[in-house]
């Protein structure tokens, strides 16, 4: 088993700055790539930013490339998420999830491990 504990969010305004932090724990050797995920109020879960567990490969989506950039510190078992710029757009509950088998990228798919969650408000 793993578990996922995010961390990091809170309120700021538009044009400001958060780093989210993912840090996981337990069996993390068979962890593939973890991915980062954010809901907001109504909406569907929509994919935000992917990495590899080794760090080789990330992935965006467009809405935040050129803003956000997700990294990864081996040693701290930790995956961050630093955002940028951040508009009123990007409020939401911001979710962690990793894989075995895959990089999480996809909507709608169960991956094997999710966090709680941590909540980004950007206020305009």
């Known amino acids: 088993q793993v578990q996922l504990v995010e961390s990091g969010g809170g309120l700021v305004q538009a044009g400001g700055s958060l780093r989210l932090s993912c840090a996981a724990s337990?069996?993390?050797?068979?962890?593939?790539?973890t991915g980062w995920f954010r809901q907001a109020p109504g909406k569907e879960r929509e994919f935000v930013a992917a990495?590899?567990?080794?760090?080789?490969?990330?992935y965006y989506a467009d809405s935040v490339k050129g803003r956000f950039t997700i990294s990864r510190d081996n040693a701290k078992n930790t995956v961050y998420l630093q955002m940028n710029s951040l508009k009123p757009e990007d409020t939401g509950v911001y979710y962690c999830a990793a894989d075995g088998a895959t990089v999480p990228r996809g909507v709608g798919i169960k991956y094997n491990y999710w966090g709680q969650g941590t909540q980004v408000i950007v206020s305009s």
């Open positions: 337990g069996r993390t050797f068979t962890i593939y790539g």
């Open positions: 990495i590899t567990w080794t760090g080789d490969n990330t």
